[in-house]
């Protein structure tokens, strides 16, 4: 089955700088790239996806890019803000069935004033 | 007009009981899903169910068992509880191999 693997598990910047945060996928048949914010004990909300016939997606501050030679892809976000602080998820299904979402571990990202 | 719903929000119980956790959507998709979040945090998928198939992760035991009364609802059942089923656990649903709305999460203490 698909394997999501997902760096840093934790990363701290300043605010207003660049956060990027960095995921691979083991199957190539996998076609839709979500990246899901999760605050403290709230349930993860979609902030961003992208599907393999697209690079790069943009909205406001947070883009995201797919490689899909290298099956990896990645979560920017610009200009980051205290309220960015929160635990981002990435993930990858390939549909064609009722397969689901296949989760990276998570990186916990802190906004350091 | 909650997306998608679930109850109970917390669920406190002993070791080798049933419990059921109930989930329902009312934005018309296809397929429903539970995740299960450890104390890592680690998000992993449980089950997912449309009106054609019902796929298992391999992994989990079978005192799990999802129950579809209709498109809407799937409801999880967990017999003979153990303390490693201590979890939160989210119901989810969308359409095929597009964005997934999550539930608010049931926090299963087993003690």
């Known amino acids: 089955g698909e394997n999501v693997e997902q760096h840093p598990s934790t990363l701290s910047v300043q605010e207003g700088d660049s956060a990027v945060i960095k995921c691979t996928y083991s199957?190539?048949?996998?076609?839709?790239f979500p990246w899901y914010k999760q605050e403290l004990g709230k349930r993860p909300q979609l902030i961003i996806d992208?599907?393999?016939?697209?690079g790069e997606k943009k909205d406001q501050r947070i883009a995201v890019t797919l490689n899909k030679t290298a099956k990896h892809f990645s979560l920017h976000i610009t200009e980051t803000q205290p309220e960015d602080s929160a635990v981002y998820f990435c993930?990858?299904?390939?549909?064609?069935?009722?397969?689901?979402?296949?989760f990276g571990k998570g990186t916990h990202l802190i906004i350091q004033p | 007009d909650t997306a998608v719903s679930q109850t109970p929000k917390y669920l406190v119980t002993q070791m080798g009981n049933d419990k059921s956790i109930k989930c329902e959507q009312n934005?018309?998709?296809?397929?429903m899903y539970w995740y299960k979040q450890d104390s890592k945090k680690f998000l992993k998928i449980m089950f997912s169910?449309?009106?054609?198939?019902?796929?298992i992760n391999e992994t989990v035991p079978n005192r799990f068992s999802p129950k579809s009364p209709d498109k809407a609802h799937l409801n999880l059942h967990i017999n003979s509880l153990e303390l490693g089923d201590s979890a939160v656990y989210f119901c989810?649903?969308?359409?095929?191999?597009?964005?997934?709305?999550f539930g608010q999460g049931t926090r299963l203490t087993v003690v």
């Open positions: 934005l018309g998709h296809d397929t």
């Open positions: 992208i599907r393999s016939n697209v």
């Open positions: 199957d190539s048949a996998s076609n839709y």
């Open positions: 169910y449309n009106n054609k198939e019902l796929i």
């Open positions: 993930a990858a299904s390939k549909g064609g069935g009722a397969d689901g979402l296949t």
């Open positions: 989810a649903s969308s359409q095929l191999n597009t964005e997934a709305f």
